[in-house]
Nanobody, 126 residues
Framework: QVQLVESGGGSVQAGGALTLSCAASGATYSIIYMAWFRQSPGKEREGVAA????????YYADSARGRFTISQDNAKTTLYLQMNSLKPEDTAMYYC???????????????????WGQGTQVTVSS
């Protein structure tokens, strides 16, 4: 079992930056993919970026590409999301998620992930 705890959210002005962290514990050796998702009130949860823990591959939603960077620490237990040039439309609850089973996945789709954190709120004001 993997446990996930997100941190780093907060309130910033448009154009600002934040770095989110997701600390994984438990059976971290089993994690194959980690990802960031976000959800704002009244909207579906959407994929932001994903990271292959064994390949190092990165995958971005169009809304994140060029502004956000997903990365992982060397111990492979903490996932980061560096967010630059933030916009009001980036306001959402941000969630970390993991996949622990081999397979072919659409890595920016919530249904692919079996394990979720509680989320951290990001608010961007204009």
């Amino acid at each position: 079992q993997v446990q996930l705890v997100e941190s780093g959210g907060g309130s910033v002005q448009a154009g600002g930056a934040l770095t989110l962290s997701c600390a994984a514990s438990g059976a971290t050796y089993s994690i194959i993919y980690m990802a960031w998702f976000r959800q704002s009130p009244g909207k579906e949860r959407e994929g932001v970026a994903a990271f292959g823990t064994r390949s190092g591959g990165t995958y971005y939603a169009d809304s994140a590409r060029g502004r956000f960077t997903i990365s992982q620490d060397n111990a492979k237990t903490t996932l980061y999301l560096q967010m630059n040039s933030l916009k009001p439309e980036d306001t959402a609850m941000y969630y970390c998620a993991t996949i622990e089973k081999r397979g072919i996945y659409n890595l920016l789709t919530p249904a692919a992930y079996n394990n979720w954190g509680q989320g951290t709120q990001v608010t961007v004001s204009s």
